[in-house]
């Protein structure tokens, strides 16, 4: 990892180490009976699994994917929900794929109508230990953070926006959650425009939830003015699930030593139920306010470059040509 990232790292292992001594800030349960919520990228083990499990819990009707065995995934939610709650229906969808996105979409479209939430939780932080050499490219030929994480979340969205747009005017309260990181922080907005030329992932990782906070302000901006929809950036805090775990795991000369290092890494992050308090609240809170940034269940604040409006507005155009592509 590059030297230049040390202080911000050794500042933000800081930040992280006294949060983790004091008060978790945790969402009201609220009841979402009547709600219909998407949250995408809720394998087992993760964020969206445990947020996508409470919100049922609270009453609302679910619909989470993964981008293999979604019936598995169906399966231990509705076993851990039991009697009580809304449902869960679970789905494949790859925000890597066009056609599995518009699959998706179609899908949904068709068997639920209403949206009310729609949770972008789904994300990649591919090689956690930068020792990879190249960039990293989806069968289509992008960065591959920028392509799921951004890329897939703004297709996602796009497709849905009309069936939520619907649901905020006929019951008054629709919104979208974008699920970014605290690592905006890596990202500029002079490298938004260009082709990425580092290999650094965390660097790509950061762009990427940089462009997500951007997308979050240009969506609020199109479509909040009714009052009735709102879109919303939430950073879950660092959180022991599955990009972590996993993400060790995937070198060879870590696994064998991988018992050893995930009690301590364990201990020093947040569970994944703790990490999914601040989607809860966003997904529930009357009160949050469209366009911004939460953290720890409240108003955070972004880097500069994420409140820059003409940049996201060059961005959201860009990502529409994009779109229009064949
Ligand atoms: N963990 C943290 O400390 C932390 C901190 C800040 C932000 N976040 C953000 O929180 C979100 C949830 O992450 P997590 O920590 O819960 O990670 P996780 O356990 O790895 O879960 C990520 C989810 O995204 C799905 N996903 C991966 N690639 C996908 C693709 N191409 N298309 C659709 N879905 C895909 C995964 O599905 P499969 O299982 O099928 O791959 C999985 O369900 C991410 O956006 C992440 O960037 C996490």
Known sequence: MATTHLPTMLRDTAVHLVRLLGP???????????????????????????????????????????????????????????????????????????????????????????????????????????????????????????????????HLTSLLLPTLIDSAAADGDARVLNVTSHQHMRGRNDRLFAEFGGHNPWDAYGQSKLALIHMTQALHRRHGGTGKFRALSVHPGS???????????????????????????????????????????????????????????AVGRPSTDALDASVAERLWELSEEWLAQP
């Open 239 to 297: 959180v022991y699930t599955n990009l972590v775990a996993g993400g060790l795991e995937s070198y060879r000369g870590v696994r064998p030593i991988q018992w050893l290092l995930a009690a301590p890494v364990k201990a020093a992050l947040l569970s994944p139920q703790q990490g999914a308090q601040t989607t809860l609240f966003c997904a529930t809170d009357a009160d949050v306010e469209g366009g911004r940034y939460y953290e720890r269940c």
């Open 24 to 154: 978790k800030p945790m969402a009201k349960p609220t009841d979402m009976a009547g709600r219909r919520v998407i949250v995408t990228g809720a394998s087992s083990g993760s964020i969206g699994y445990a947020a996508a499990l409470e919100l049922a819990r609270w009453g609302a009707e679910v619909v989470v994917t993964c981008r293999r065995d979604p019936d598995a995934l169906q399966q231990a939610l509705r076993a851990e929900l039991g009697h009580a709650g809304g449902g869960v229906a679970a789905q494949a969808l790859d925000l890597a794929d066009r056609d599995s996105v518009s699959a998706f979409a179609g899908w949904y479209r068709r068997r639920f109508g209403a949206l009310h939430v729609l949770i972008n939780n789904a994300g990649i932080l591919h090689d956690v230990l930068a020792l990879r050499r190249q960039v990293e490219r989806s069968p289509d030929g992008f960065e591959v953070h920028w392509r799921i994480n951004y890329l897939g979340t703004f």
